[in-house]
């Protein structure tokens, strides 16, 4: 388990913090900070009214909630979304609208999960050849063949 320090903004007071609604969650329900409208094909980035401050050789992940995206066609763009460890901005979660209706948004509504996850860094090497493997070059479907 990691330690995350949140600091609530001003047009976060009152609002839950992140926490996980059952026992065996993955992810944190957050809560949008403002009301809004979505509306169809549209997206925005709603405000949630607070900042974190996470750990080195860690990310926050922002994932969709299965239960908006099923019934509404609301979802989050750019998913899994990452916030870096050395950012302290607002955390914003970019929703979009799917569905073929309005979507709207009170202030304290669960819009969307967080999940800490530990971050691997890499070294990049250029080659002038790669190793062969059964796959090769084939993407996009290749494999379901």
């Known amino acids: 388990m990691i330690h995350i320090e949140l600091k609530r903004l001003p047009h976060g007071e009152g609002l839950p913090l992140p926490a996980y609604a059952t026992e065996g969650a993955a992810g944190m329900d957050v809560v949008?900070?403002?009301?809004?409208?979505?509306?169809?094909?549209?997206?925005a980035a709603v405000a949630t009214g607070f900042a974190i401050a996470i750990p080195a050789g860690h990310e926050v992940q922002v994932r969709p909630r299965s239960g908006l995206a099923l019934k509404h066609g609301v979802t989050c763009l750019n998913t899994p979304g990452t916030i870096d460890s050395d950012y302290r901005g607002e955390v914003k979660v970019?929703?979009?609208?799917?569905?073929?209706?309005?979507?709207?948004?009170?202030?304290?509504?669960?819009?969307?999960?967080?999940?800490?996850?530990?971050?691997?860094?890499?070294?990049?090497?250029?080659?002038?050849?790669?190793?062969?493997?059964?796959?090769g070059a084939g993407g996009f479907g290749s494999t379901g063949r």
């Open 32 to 43: 949008s900070a403002e009301a809004l409208t979505l509306a169809a094909g549209a997206r």
């Open 94 to 135: 970019i929703l979009a609208n799917l569905g073929d209706a309005p979507f709207a948004i009170a202030r304290g509504d669960r819009i969307a999960q967080l999940v800490p996850a530990i971050v691997l860094r890499a070294s990049v090497g250029e080659v002038d050849a790669l190793e062969d493997t059964v796959r």
